[in-house]
């Protein structure tokens, strides 16, 4: 008789034992895994943001709140999101529970997050950055980024914010590589993109925007 150490299933051949995959033992797996210490670890800082105390890795991986934690852990690896913590936050204080996460308000909130807390200087930063990247690689100038850049490439880069609103919405080029988008494509960005929330920030933001439109000018982008 063979018993599985995870769902002490007793399997009567040796074969049936090998061949055994249980739920329990998928999760002890996953935990070992980097994602599986993220979704761990973002477990304990939601305990500690509702003000309970930090559980073990053995309550985690039979608590209902494991699988919401994994695809979390999936999603900010995917979003390659690495300070989750004031996202966290935010969710706690909106009472929005970890199933939720996830979906689509829960990401549009978590863009308005980013937009917000970092600061714009470095969210520039970030944009100059990943635009040298692809002119680079194309051997080209940072003025033909929007030349260079393919839609699917360009919407990416807004989703994960490596490209900030703050810039493209101020660039002409921008505009107008818009215009030759499909419609399904200027629809993902416009929900990446809430233009009306945008042209608040610019109007309440007049000095930062005069910056932008200077470095706008000097790279020509
Ligand atoms: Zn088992």
Redesign the pocket.
């Known amino acids: 008789m063979f018993k599985?150490?995870?769902?002490?299933?007793v399997l009567k051949t040796e074969r049936g034992y090998m061949e055994?995959?249980?739920e329990?033992?998928r999760r002890t797996e996953f935990m070992r895994t980097r994602e599986g210490h993220l979704a761990f670890q973002s477990y304990n800082t939601w305990m500690r943001a509702q003000g309970k105390r930090e559980q073990t890795a053995q309550i985690f991986l039979t608590s209902m709140y494991f699988l919401p934690f994994e695809r979390f852990a999936r999603f900010l690896t995917e979003a390659k999101v690495t300070s989750y913590r004031g996202f966290v936050g935010l969710m706690v204080k909106k009472e929005i529970d970890p199933k939720y996460w996830t979906d689509h308000r829960a990401y549009s909130m978590f863009i308005e997050y980013h937009d917000t807390v970092v600061p714009v200087e470095e969210q520039i930063k970030l944009t100059i950055n990943a635009m040298l990247k692809v002119v680079d690689r194309e051997n080209k100038n940072i003025s033909e980024f929007f030349d260079v850049v393919d839609n699917s490439e360009l919407i990416s880069l807004i989703q994960r914010r490596e490209l900030t609103p703050w810039l493209l919405l101020r660039s002409q080029k921008f505009i107008n590589k818009m215009r030759y988008m499909t419609e399904e494509q200027r629809l993902i960005i416009a929900q990446m993109i809430r233009a009306p929330l945008w042209a608040i920030k610019f109007k309440n933001n007049p000095n930062i925007v005069d910056d932008i439109n200077e470095i706008i000018f000097d790279l020509e982008i």
Do not use: E, S
């Open positions: 599985c150490d995870y769902c002490n299933t055994h995959h249980c329990q033992m």
